[in-house]
């Protein structure tokens, strides 16, 4: 999975193995450089950028006894500002609001 944020500078890629390992990254598109970077204990399943491109939201799948988890980032700090744990549902996706207040998670059980 892969996004561009809203300046189309930097791109946020996210990749792993359900269960094993996950990684969020961001690199610069001119120089390839990776400026940021987030592990998770399973696969990320969905990545995004605040509207300002300020904040980096990721969001891993519950799968195999092992807890999804969303972390969302200030890109310039390093600081977490958010991390909530979450299980009982496979699959995740998260999006910033349109103001970049709220972020929406949706969630669904394998098979609904």
Do not use: W
């Amino acid at each position: 999975m892969a996004v561009l944020s809203p300046d189309e500078k930097l791109l946020a890629v996210a990749y792993g193995e359900p269960a094993v390992h996950g990684v969020a990254k961001v690199l610069e598109i001119e120089t390839g450089k990776e400026v940021f970077r987030a592990d998770f204990d399973t696969t990320v399943s969905s990545i995004g950028f605040s509207p300002d491109g300020s904040q980096l939201a990721a969001c891993s799948s519950a799968l195999l006894g092992v807890k999804g988890e969303l972390k969302v980032r200030d890109y310039f700090t390093k600081e977490e500002l958010l991390y909530q744990q979450f299980d009982k549902k496979d699959y995740a996706d998260v999006v910033f609001s349109p103001n970049g207040e709220q972020i929406a998670v949706a969630t669904k059980k394998q098979g609904d």
